[in-house]
């Protein structure tokens, strides 16, 4: 059975295109249904359209933005902070379209806290697996920490870093602070410029992101299915210890 997945995206998307388009080849067993951009006009629209005509497919797409779901008048928010109204719009499309994996690639704006609650991870987790919420972070982890776009590759060529890379971790409430389930790392080159680095970057996450979307939903599966079996059926009375 194919995985439902949810992609929150801004960007040009090209990520989230390898991803869906590796699902319609039947590569991974991910089946991406909606696209949510923050943007009216990001490219990532612009691709879902064209890889639906190129396969008859039908992704969905939204915008859930300021413009849409303005902040109420009592509502302070920062640069890149979600409106309660953008929350519930989000949440409202996650649940009822029963998606059980929900990927950020290059979304660009900070989850809302009620979302990371109830999608991605809580300090009583036991295992990264009881989340379902993914961020694609585009460089390593703790130094490009809080950091998004070409600013994470300044950061990596500012600081003279030996290795970039890129991180798939579950999103928690501070950036960039949730367990981490996959690390590429790849060395900065002496001739390495914003631009070449970048795009060995989304290079990378072109070719292994799909793959490990598809592996960790297929463990989050395997995960919940064990812990299920091993908890009693409601309404069942504990058995003593010792009891047979």
């Known amino acids: 059975m194919k995985t439902p997945v949810a992609v929150l995206a801004s960007g040009e998307g090209t990520t989230a295109e390898a991803l869906i388009c590796a699902g319609l080849k039947g590569e991974i067993d991910c089946e991406v249904g909606l696209v949510i951009s923050s943007s009216e006009s990001a490219g990532v629209i612009r691709r879902v359209e064209e890889v639906n005509n190129r396969y008859g497919s039908r992704v969905a797409t939204a915008y859930v933005g300021r413009r849409s779901h303005p902040p109420a008048l009592e509502e302070s928010l920062g640069p890149g902070d979600q409106s309660v109204a953008e929350a519930a719009a989000i949440e409202s499309l996650l649940e009822h379209g029963g998606f059980e994996v929900v990927v950020l690639m290059g979304y660009l704006k900070r989850v809302a806290p009620r979302l990371v609650h109830l999608f991605g991870w809580r300090n009583e987790y036991a295992s990264p697996y009881e989340a ?113």
């Open 132 to 244: 379902r919420m993914l961020n694609i972070h585009p460089g390593p982890l703790p130094a490009t920490k809080g950091l998004f776009g070409l600013a994470v590759q300044r950061q990596v060529l500012e600081c003279d870093l030996s290795d970039a890379g890129h991180v798939v971790h579950v999103v928690a409430r501070e950036y960039d602070d949730g367990p981490i389930v996959f690390e590429q790392k790849t060395a900065v080159l002496a001739s390495d410029t914003l631009e070449t680095l970048s795009e060995r970057i989304k290079t990378l996450q072109r070719r292994e992101v799909p793959r490990v979307i598809d592996e960790f939903a297929r463990r989050r599966r395997r995960y919940l299915e064990t812990t299920a079996a091993r908890e009693p059926p409601p309404g069942s009375l504990p058995q003593p210890i010792g009891s047979s």
